[in-house]
């Protein structure tokens, strides 16, 4: 199976600074069928990107996706104080699909 | 808008058979999606537990593929997992969930595994 590894593990920055995180793959990802997703506490995850770049619907401009292979990139632009979270990536280029163990967004 | 919820007990004792259901509205099962079973738990994270297509074709985890089985009901417009001889390990937050890149998912139901 594929194994995604995210870095940081967890990240401090204020709002209005720019938020960076990593994900690389064990393997290429097929056709960079990779998604990103923000969880909060309690709450199930959410969509943001997928297909590596494409942000999913109502998903602000501030989220982007970029990378393709076995790096990828989910940027975000300006943090807002929602935005702070854990995100995960997963790939479902090939079956099992999998997650990243995730990078925790916090506020400094 | 679509939604999901997943209904079962929150208790199961061990070596006896987990079943949740996963109701849809806003969206129907016999539709052109994959919809699909997630869990997580504090010890391995989110782990992606397997799908079943509108034919019924179905893809399991290899990690739990002897004891998983999900399955259709097109007449109440939901789908189903079934895990069977769980033990403590398998004590997580289940979601449903559609697609492969998963939007929506449902709020989750956690499952405990303890006599």
């Known amino acids: 199976e594929i194994v995604l590894t995210q870095s940081p593990g967890s990240l401090s920055l204020s709002p209005g600074e720019r938020a960076t995180l990593s994900c690389r793959a064990s393997?290429?990802?097929?056709?960079?069928?990779l998604a990103w997703y923000q969880q909060k506490p309690g709450q199930a995850p959410r969509l943001l990107i997928f297909?590596?770049?494409s942000r999913a619907t109502g998903i602000p401009d501030r989220f982007s996706g970029s990378g393709s292979g076995t790096d990828f990139t989910l940027t975000i632009s300006r943090l807002e104080p929602e935005d702070f979270a854990v995100y995960y990536c997963?790939?479902?280029?090939?079956?099992?699909?999998?997650f990243g163990q995730g990078t925790k967004l916090e506020i400094k | 808008q679509v939604q999901l919820q997943e209904s079962g007990p929150g208790l199961v004792n061990p070596s006896e058979t987990l079943s949740l259901t996963c109701a849809i509205s806003?969206?129907?099962?016999?539709?052109?999606?994959?919809w699909s079973w997630v869990r997580q738990s504090p010890g391995k994270g989110l782990e992606w537990i397997g799908d079943?297509?509108?034919?019924?074709?179905?893809n399991y985890n290899p990690s739990l593929k002897s004891r998983v089985t999900i399955s259709v009901d097109k007449s109440k417009n939901h789908f189903s997992l079934m895990l069977s001889s769980v033990t403590a390990a398998d004590t997580a937050v289940y979601y449903c969930?559609?697609?492969?890149?998963?939007?929506?998912w449902g709020q989750g139901t956690l499952v405990t595994v303890s006599s």
């Open positions: 969930a559609r697609g492969v890149a998963f939007d929506p």
């Open positions: 806003g969206d129907s099962v016999t539709s052109t999606n994959w």
């Open positions: 079943i297509f509108q034919n019924g074709g179905t």
């Open positions: 393997q290429s990802v097929s056709s960079n069928y």
């Open positions: 297909g590596a770049s």
């Open positions: 997963q790939q479902y280029g090939r079956s099992p699909y999998t």
